[in-house]
């Protein structure tokens, strides 16, 4: 049966720990001659703005021999209505795997439902797996395994937040969330990984001895028109060096980019001792390397 990456719980542990294990075999290996994928192509649509999600796949792809075509609604079909169901078994024909970024994990099951050819979540409403692969192989690249340690999350949670939640299980770490009344991640998702994962008010506590601190963005692609409200509600939430200090000394600060600095982090964070943003951004190169290999050898 063919395999799909919509969500991080679409895959085993085991799985995701290998594909991190992989994903840094691969960036150290970086062999020119290693093209597994010649003559395959990557489908990959994007609804929304990208700039790493696209690079990446698009990089990737080329680097192991292969091809990615990138498709938005303007100038294809679903900008004209064309049904999910038809243009996922029409590039299912055409095509070895189909990247997706929408604001819809619903329509991306819907994608994956009529696709002969695995289905990748590339950011939907509600996850981004691929961003979580990239922040687990930085933070074994750095610190070594995860399992035990604390991550706290602080801001809003949101899609990538909700990644998050989902690799605290299978990689054997703690969360803790810190966000805003009003913006607390999906209630079911959390019932479901409680024994992982812990929603706290403030971000001090969840800061308190952690061993990593996360951020993203407080206004999420789509919620343009809450900004103002938004930066309000989180204005309490920067990441800035006085909340790093609550941290253990040696934490990391990741953020899955893009950053605004003065909003969510401070310019001090983004650029100082504990940021790993760029091994971060790098690693989506790596991770989806070994993702793609993973799912078009299967
Ligand atoms: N982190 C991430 O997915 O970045 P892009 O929006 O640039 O793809
Ligand atoms: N939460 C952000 C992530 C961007 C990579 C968004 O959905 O816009």
Redesign the pocket.
Known sequence: MVRHFLKLSDFTADELKALVARAIELKRRRDPAYRPFVGKTLAMIFT???T??RVSFEAGMAQLGGHAIFLSPRDTQLGRNEPLADTARVLARMCDAIMVRNDSQADQEEIARHSRVPVING?S?RH?PC?LLADIQTWVEHRGDIRGKTAAWIG?G????QSWIEAAAPFGFKLRIATPKGYEPDATLLARNAAAVEVMRGPTFAANGADLIVT??W?????EKEEQKRLAAFSSYQVDAELMARAKPDALFMH???AHRGEEVSEEVMEGVHSVVWDEAENRLHAQKALLEFLLKA
């Open positions: 929304k703005n990208s790493r999600t950011l409403d981004h961003q809003d949101n899609n990538v937040c993203d963005t206004t999420s692609m789509g919620q899955c980019l893009p």
